[in-house]
């Protein structure tokens, strides 16, 4: 494991009814890269993520986090009872106290929903919520994203925004990421390294080379790993404060060929 890792996991192994969910798994987190985890149903994804955060204790194996590491955590989903009053900006400050009402305007300009503040939680859209709990991550300012299906009930241009979003905060602000997805394409966009579990993990390594590895085909098929292999984007334009895409910067046409 490199020694600048911001976290990094160890060979961590852990059973549940005597059957393994995670079986010898390791890898490791450098500040400015994103890790992806992929991988079927039931493969120990959320489980190796909960194991990163320290929710879980593994059977076997470690996990060492750099020294005062400041985490941003945004799980696969929240279930927010729908008569609570919980306002958006009541929800942000749970986690910030510290933060005024122009840090989480900010914020939530930045994830495209600076509409939103006012809200009650209960009352946003699945897409909304999930800008808002990304929000809310940022307003810790973490040296680490861990982000569990970060873009689910979002539209597919709302995905890649996020994305975008998320590939600007690890090369511009070094923040490490460590992120599980099923949206294999935007995978193949976002993230320096992949890292294919089924309980163990099958492959690692550039999304390139991981879409053309047996195991990596057998788990997903020739077909869709043909279709990731080929798809690229390059981040050649900036965010404005509401989260759209502005204009173009320097660099190569963005594609998606």
Do not use: W
């Not at 990094?8 to 987190?29: C, M, N, P, Y």
């Not at 939680?121 to 861990?146: D, I």
């Amino acid at each position: 494991m490199a020694a600048e890792a911001l976290i990094s996991i160890d060979r961590v192994s852990l059973k549940r009814s005597g059957h393994a969910v995670l079986s010898e798994v390791s890898l490791a987190v450098a500040p400015g890269r994103i890790v992806t985890i992929v991988g079927p149903n039931g493969a120990g994804k959320s489980t190796l993520v909960k194991v990163a955060l320290g929710l879980l204790k593994p059977d076997s194996g470690q996990v060492r986090r750099a020294a005062g590491l400041t985490l941003g955590y945004v799980p696969q989903s929240l279930t927010i009872e729908p008569t609570l009053p919980l306002s958006v900006r009541r929800f942000l400050a749970m986690a910030a106290p510290a933060a005024g009402r122009d840090r989480m305007e900010a914020a939530l300009a930045r994830v495209g929903a600076g509409h939103v503040l006012a809200r009650q939680v209960a009352e946003l859209s699945g897409g909304e919520l999930q800008r808002v709990l990304l929000a809310r991550a940022l307003l810790r300012q973490p040296a680490l994203l861990v982000l569990d299906e970060p873009v689910g009930g979002v539209d597919m241009a709302g995905q890649a925004e996020l994305y975008d979003l998320i590939a600007t905060l690890a090369r511009d602000e070094g923040a490490g990421v460590l992120m599980v997805s099923h949206d294999l394409h935007v995978v193949m966009a976002a993230t320096d390294e992949v890292v294919c579990l089924n309980r163990h993990v099958c492959c690692a390594g550039h999304p390139e080379a991981v879409s053309r590895h047996p195991e990596y085909l057998a788990l997903f098929g020739a077909k869709a790993a043909a279709s990731l292999a080929v798809y690229t984007h390059v981040h050649d334009h900036r965010h404005l404060p509401d989260g759209s895409v502005g204009g173009h910067v320097h660099g190569p046409e963005c594609g998606h060929g």
